[in-house]
């Protein structure tokens, strides 16, 4: 496709501003991308391939947003803030080439190993069977039951899957492409017979507590599986609706239990991938660049560089509070749109815990390595993640909280010196704002208190930390551009979800401010390093491009 000339073409115009000493410049870009996470990087690599061309601009000096690589002490290097993919898109894998440009996957046989408070452990695996025997040891009636709650999760997760690609459809308007999409899938519904018919219409609304207990009697197990459905969330396991997690999981995976998927060199290796692709279709990356405004027509302004940009279109990969509320004059946008942005709901509710070990810490009742090298959960009941989330809606942080983790280093040496390790350590739940203190001067009380809990787990860790970092709600607003220190961009309840995603009406990737997208996690499919996001995003600004709309 041919890059689209503007009027000025590639002059540059400069003038002296009232007080005589900045200069204002405008140049052409086709598009210009605002952050370089992964779904601004995405965009960028289809559009460039398109032959757009295409300016990405990146506050930070490091592109990748959350899905970065990090060195945390001398020598270690971590995934600071998403420590695992996906599911990454195999359909953007391939379209973009990220094989061949560096990414190496690592899937390990393990998906979670869950901790119990009565030093035993449940593993999951990724092959049915060996998780089977697993629960053995804990119920034969659940381990019966088991392989039936995968293959009915699968068979409706390739119900949902096409809903993943697919650009959400108008209420008001839907096109008859829209229809016949929505059609395919409803087609596909009514064929998966009576029984998963029924699951899939009472597992939506459903409290992801009550689905779980639907199936099995270990407590143990019951909470591994409530955890992803208030993964990231301001929610409990008891909370309405909170089986859609459970759900989209299955679409993603075809499976309901999320899998262990790691990255060669860390989380940073699927963005630099998506850097190396994108510079290869000819993307212009710049980095330590803030923009400071967004204008009507294709205009952003630079907040340090007192440089004006302007582009056939400009694309936002902040989430949408920050997009709509910080970088919109609010004068160029409805009063009732502004209200709904205000009422989106992003409360952050997670925080980081990432540490650099002399080596590798032992676990009550894990008997060995392997079991580790996958996602390990803490929150050994159902009651347990509640009452986590109970101090969260106080203001509180959760003195009992529950916790992936993460040990890289296992399936990855090279992110730490021979024979040591990284552990990376996301906790829930810990609220954007607090009732008392703030984060910055509770910051150290707040990892203290998670290592204390963690320790009952693992008597010798605290013995083997050679340092720590700790990442705050806060510091995922200041740090990482995240609006309420959200990790999804904002709720991924049933009414922030699919055509209902960021808000009703502008699930399309389009917004009312004239040739302005978005392509983040606060549009569907939502959070997580699946890179659909951006795909999708491209994929609209494309047919606009093509109809002569923009």
Same mark, same amino acid.
């Given at each position: 496709?041919?890059?689209?000339?503007?009027?000025? +073409?590639?002059?540059?115009?400069? @003038?002296?501003?009232?007080? $005589?000493?900045?200069?204002?410049?405008?140049?052409?870009?086709?598009?210009?991308?605002?952050?370089?996470?992964?779904?601004?990087?995405?965009?960028?690599?289809?559009?460039?391939?398109?032959?757009?061309?295409?300016?990405?601009?990146?506050?930070?000096?490091?592109? $990748?947003?959350? *899905?970065?690589?990090?060195?945390?002490?001398?020598?270690?290097?971590?995934?600071?803030?998403?420590?695992?993919?996906?599911?990454?898109?195999?359909?953007?894998?391939?379209?973009?080439?990220?094989?061949?440009?560096?990414?190496?996957?690592?899937?390990?046989?393990?998906?979670?190993?869950?901790?119990?408070?009565?030093?035993?452990?449940?593993?999951?695996?990724?092959?049915?069977?060996?998780?089977? !025997?697993?629960?053995?040891?804990?119920? !034969?009636?659940?381990?019966?039951?088991?392989?039936?709650?995968?293959?009915?999760?699968?068979?409706?997760?390739?119900?949902?899957?096409?809903?993943?690609?697919?650009?959400?459809?108008?209420?008001?308007?839907?096109?008859?492409?829209?229809?016949?999409?929505?059609?395919?899938?409803?087609?596909?519904?009514?064929?998966?017979?009576?029984?998963?018919?029924?699951?899939?219409?009472?597992?939506?609304?459903?409290?992801?507590?009550?689905?779980?207990?639907?199936?099995?009697?270990?407590?143990?197990?019951?909470?591994?599986?409530? *955890?992803?459905?208030?993964?990231?969330?301001?929610?409990?396991?008891? !909370?309405?609706?909170?089986?859609?997690?459970?759900?989209?999981?299955?679409?993603?995976?075809?499976?309901?239990?999320?899998?262990?998927?790691?990255?060669?060199?860390?989380? +940073?290796?699927?963005?630099?991938?998506? =850097?190396?692709?994108?510079?290869?279709?000819?993307?212009?990356?710049?980095?330590?660049?803030?923009?400071?405004?967004?204008?009507?027509?294709?205009?952003?302004?630079?907040?340090?560089? &007192?440089?004006?940009?302007?582009?056939?279109?400009? =694309?936002?990969?902040?989430?949408?509070?920050?997009?709509?509320?910080?970088?919109?004059?609010?004068?160029?946008?409805?009063?009732?749109?502004?209200?709904?942005?205000?009422?989106?709901?992003?409360?952050?509710?997670?925080?980081?815990?990432?540490?650099?070990?002399?080596?590798?810490?032992?676990?009550?009742?894990?008997?060995?390595?392997?079991?580790?090298?996958?996602?390990?959960?803490?929150?050994?009941?159902?009651?347990?993640?509640?009452?986590? @989330?109970?101090?969260?809606?106080?203001?509180?942080?959760? &003195?009992?909280?529950?916790?992936?983790?993460?040990?890289?280093?296992?399936?990855?040496?090279?992110?730490?010196?021979?024979?040591?390790?990284?552990?990376?350590?996301?906790?829930?739940?810990?609220?954007?704002?607090?009732?008392?203190?703030?984060?910055?001067?509770?910051?150290?009380?707040?990892?203290?208190?998670?290592?204390? =809990?963690? !320790?009952?787990?693992?008597?010798?860790? #605290?013995?083997?930390?050679?340092?720590?970092?700790?990442?705050?709600?806060?510091?995922?607003?200041?740090?990482?551009?995240?609006? +309420?220190?959200?990790?999804?961009?904002?709720?991924?309840?049933?009414?922030?979800?699919?055509?209902?995603?960021?808000?009703?009406?502008?699930?399309?990737?389009? #917004?009312?401010?004239?040739?302005?997208?978005?392509? +983040?996690? $606060?549009?569907?499919?939502?959070?997580?390093?699946?890179?659909?996001? $951006?795909?999708?995003?491209?994929?609209?600004?494309?047919?606009?491009?093509?109809?002569?709309?923009?």
């Amino acid at each position: 496709m041919e890059g689209f000339d503007l009027e000025c +073409g590639n002059s540059v115009a400069a @003038f002296q501003s009232a007080d $005589g000493v900045s200069a204002l410049q405008r140049m052409a870009y086709d598009i210009i991308i605002i952050g370089g996470g992964h779904n601004g990087l995405v965009t960028a690599c289809y559009l460039a391939k398109a032959g757009l061309k295409t300016l990405v601009l990146e506050r930070r000096d490091v592109v $990748g947003g959350q *899905a970065v690589t990090e060195e945390i002490h001398p020598g270690f290097r971590c995934s600071t803030v998403a420590h695992s993919a996906g599911p990454l898109s195999a359909q953007v894998v391939s379209d973009l080439n990220l094989t061949n440009n560096g990414l190496q996957l690592i899937t390990p046989d393990v998906r979670v190993l869950s901790l119990g408070a009565d030093d035993r452990s449940l593993c999951l695996y990724n092959k049915a069977g060996r998780t089977v !025997s697993e629960i053995e040891r804990f119920s !034969s009636k659940d381990a019966g039951k088991y392989e039936e709650f995968v293959t009915s999760f699968q068979r409706i997760g390739r119900v949902l899957a096409p809903l993943a690609s697919m650009t959400p459809p108008s209420i008001d308007q839907p096109t008859p492409n829209d229809v016949w999409n929505i059609g395919k899938v409803g087609l596909a519904f009514r064929g998966l017979g009576k029984k998963d018919e029924f699951r899939l219409l009472r597992w939506g609304p459903m409290a992801v507590a009550d689905l779980a207990a639907e199936w099995f009697e270990t407590e143990l197990l019951r909470a591994t599986i409530a *955890a992803r459905g208030i993964f990231g969330a301001f929610a409990g396991p008891w !909370s309405a609706g909170t089986s859609l997690g459970l759900l989209w999981q299955a679409a993603l995976d075809g499976n309901a239990i999320a899998p262990a998927a790691f990255v060669k060199g860390g989380m +940073g290796g699927v963005t630099q991938s998506l =850097v190396a692709s994108a510079t290869a279709a000819g993307a212009e990356i710049r980095t330590g660049v803030e923009v400071s405004r967004i204008e009507a027509g294709g205009k952003i302004s630079l907040k340090k560089k &007192s440089e004006i940009l302007e582009a056939r279109a400009v =694309v936002s990969n902040a989430d949408p509070r920050t997009t709509f509320l910080q970088l919109i004059d609010p004068v160029n946008l409805d009063p009732n749109f502004l209200l709904k942005t205000r009422n989106y709901r992003a409360h952050g509710t997670v925080a980081k815990v990432n540490m650099a070990l002399s080596r590798l810490p032992s676990f009550n009742g894990v008997d060995s390595v392997e079991k580790l090298s996958g996602r390990i959960h803490v929150g050994p009941d159902t009651d347990y993640l509640e009452r986590a @989330f109970d101090a969260a809606k106080y203001g509180e942080w959760s &003195s009992e909280p529950h916790m992936e983790i993460t040990i890289p280093t296992i399936s990855d040496p090279t992110l730490a010196p021979d024979g040591q390790h990284v552990m990376s350590i996301h906790v829930q739940f810990a609220p954007y704002k607090l009732k008392s203190g703030d984060w910055n001067s509770r910051r150290e009380e707040f990892a203290d208190n998670v290592l204390a =809990v963690l !320790s009952r787990y693992s008597p010798d860790l #605290t013995n083997s930390i050679i340092a720590r970092q700790v990442i705050t709600p806060l510091d995922l607003e200041t740090t990482y551009g995240l609006s +309420g220190g959200h990790i999804n961009h904002g709720e991924q309840a049933l009414d922030q979800f699919f055509t209902f995603r960021p808000l009703i009406g502008w699930a399309q990737y389009r #917004t009312p401010l004239q040739r302005l997208y978005l392509c +983040g996690a $606060g549009t569907h499919p939502g959070g997580g390093v699946t890179a659909m996001n $951006g795909a999708n995003a491209a994929r609209e600004i494309l047919k606009d491009i093509k109809a002569k709309k923009i």
